[in-house]
């Protein structure tokens, strides 16, 4: 079954770097875009970045654009998202998830939690 | 690009039928028949229960169901039971955004 594993997560000072990864396995990760989408803690649920499936098109929300690069190695069946100039309202879980239909996502992984504070 | 509205909450006893709004505008919702909704259990990663529109991914229960009319989506929850108790989004493909717009979120309680 599919299943969608990030890493990365923790702790870092605004202003810096951090970048997650999401493993993926049992689907043929090479022909699926690929979402990140976060959720800060007790708030709802944001898209963040969307990569197509040869990693040619990205987009990237208003609030993330010209700071995050979302990025993709389809021959090691992963996804990126490198985050710089972090701050504090970048803290949130942040969820990879698999595109099923036109702005829709399934088979999400777990989430990896990221926390911007000095 | 704004959330599209949802109730803060609805609820329910056991075994009937709620039915939570996801209203947008005509350059999302209204527009397109691309919204999905999905279940989030807190701690817990969001689950797809309807996309486009009223299309079920296979495995989700057929007590889920989705409509919409106008710039109005919805998503109706028949038989109500505990484990429905959860966090629903909707989400809208949107012509102002190359990404999507997720729904301010509804809490359901059963009763």
């Known amino acids: 079954q599919v299943q969608l594993v990030e890493s990365g997560g923790g702790v870092v000072q605004p202003g810096k770097s951090l970048r997650l990864s999401c493993a993926a396995s049992g689907l043929t990760f090479r022909s699926y875009a690929m979402h990140w989408v976060r959720q800060a803690p007790g708030k709802g649920l944001e898209w963040v970045a969307v990569i197509s499936y040869d990693g040619s098109k990205t987009y990237y929300a208003d609030s993330v654009k010209g700071?995050?690069?979302?990025?993709?190695?389809?021959?090691?069946?992963?996804?990126?998202?490198?985050?710089?100039?972090?701050?504090?309202e970048d803290t949130a879980v942040y969820y990879c998830a698999k595109e099923e239909a036109v702005a829709s996502a399934s088979n999400w992984g777990q989430g990896t939690l990221v926390t911007v504070s000095s | 690009q704004s959330a599209?509205?949802?109730?803060?909450?609805?609820?329910?006893?056991?075994?009937?039928?709620?039915?939570?709004?996801?209203?947008?505008?005509?350059?999302?919702?209204g527009g397109y028949?691309?919204?999905?909704?999905?279940?989030?259990?807190?701690?817990?990663?969001?689950?797809?229960?309807?996309?486009?529109?009223?299309?079920r991914p296979s495995g989700v229960s057929h007590r889920f169901s989705g409509s919409?009319?106008?710039?109005?989506?919805?998503?109706?929850?028949?038989?109500?039971?505990?484990?429905?108790?959860?966090?629903?989004?909707?989400?809208?493909?949107?012509?102002?955004?190359?990404?999507?717009?997720?729904?301010?979120?509804?809490?359901?309680?059963?009763?």
């Not at chain 2, 599209?4 to 919702?29: E, F, H, M, N, R």
């Not at chain 2, 279940?39 to 996309?51: C, D, E, M, T, V």
């Open chain 1, 67 to 88: 700071r995050f690069t979302i990025s993709r190695d389809n021959s090691n069946n992963t996804l990126y998202l490198q985050m710089n100039s972090l701050k504090a």
């Open chain 2, 4 to 29: 599209l509205t949802q109730p803060a909450s609805v609820s329910g006893s056991p075994g009937q039928s709620i039915t939570i709004s996801c209203t947008g505008t005509s350059s999302d919702v």
């Open chain 2, 33 to 55: 028949n691309y919204v999905s909704w999905y279940q989030q259990y807190p701690g817990k990663a969001p689950k797809l229960l309807i996309f486009d529109v009223s299309n």
């Open chain 2, 68 to 111: 919409k009319s106008g710039n109005t989506a919805s998503l109706t929850i028949s038989g109500l039971q505990a484990d429905d108790e959860a966090d629903y989004y909707c989400s809208s493909f949107t012509i102002t955004s190359t990404l999507g717009v997720f729904g301010t979120g509804t809490k359901v309680t059963v009763l």
